[in-house]
């Protein structure tokens, strides 16, 4: 399956959630958001979202600081 992240093409196995993206990449869920195809996943559904070759995703990790 191919899919764009953050403006990169990438492959992976298929079936693929959300969640299986993050483990993937090795991101923590915890501090990410996630945007497919122009609309916002809950991190409520990451488990449950799968992903479909095609797909665009944006993904954006909150940074701490002061």
Same mark, same amino acid.
Do not use: W
């Given at each position: 399956?191919? /899919?764009?992240?953050? =403006?990169?093409?990438?492959?992976?196995?298929?079936?693929?959630?959300?969640? =299986?993206?993050?483990?993937?990449?090795?991101?923590?869920?915890?501090?990410?958001?996630?945007?497919?195809?122009?609309?916002?996943?809950?991190?409520?559904?990451?488990?449950?979202?799968?992903?479909?070759?095609?797909?665009?995703?944006? /993904?954006?990790?909150?940074?701490?600081?002061?």
């Amino acid at each position: 399956m191919d /899919i764009t992240v953050n =403006g990169e093409e990438k492959r992976f196995e298929a079936p693929l959630t959300v969640a =299986g993206l993050l483990d993937a990449l090795e991101l923590a869920p915890r501090k990410i958001a996630v945007e497919r195809n122009l609309e916002i996943v809950p991190k409520s559904l990451f488990t449950q979202t799968a992903l479909a070759d095609g797909d665009r995703i944006e /993904i954006v990790q909150f940074v701490g600081g002061g």
